[in-house]
């Protein structure tokens, strides 16, 4: 089984910007992140594939950048412009193929492969 070794979060201030890092023991073809508060439904945040190909969650598209090394099994989270309402606990997910929420694609909700989460806090 897949282990997903997150880094990055803490707290900033409103404009700042955080990167979050997840690292894979293995290669797979899917890496994101979900956004998650307690007793809430996961929101995609951002998820790239093996190709290079991307997708973003409404609310963060133009300010975050996913990335991925692949030589690395490595996905980065580069978020900017960071508002109060992106605080929340963000995990790292890991499918072999994309899944498809309505009009966008991110990694499975169902996978196995979440990391452990990180805390990112956003005070105005």
């Known amino acids: 089984q897949v282990q997903l070794v997150e880094s990055g979060g803490g707290s900033v201030q409103a404009g700042e910007s955080l990167r979050l890092s997840c690292k894979a023991s293995?290669?797979?073809?899917?890496m994101g992140w979900y956004r998650r508060a307690p007793g809430q439904e996961p929101e995609g945040v951002a998820a790239?594939?093996?190709?290079?190909?991307?997708s973003y969650g409404d609310s963060v598209k133009g300010r975050f950048i996913i990335s991925r090394d692949g030589d690395k099994n490595t996905v980065y989270l580069q978020m900017n412009s960071l508002k109060p309402e992106d605080t929340d606990m963000y995990y790292c997910v890991a499918d072999q193929r994309r899944s498809w929420y309505g009009g966008s694609w991110f990694c499975g909700k169902g996978s196995h492969a979440w990391g452990q989460g990180t805390l990112v806090n956003v005070s105005s």
């Open positions: 293995s290669f797979m073809f899917c």
């Open positions: 790239i594939d093996g190709d290079g190909d991307s």
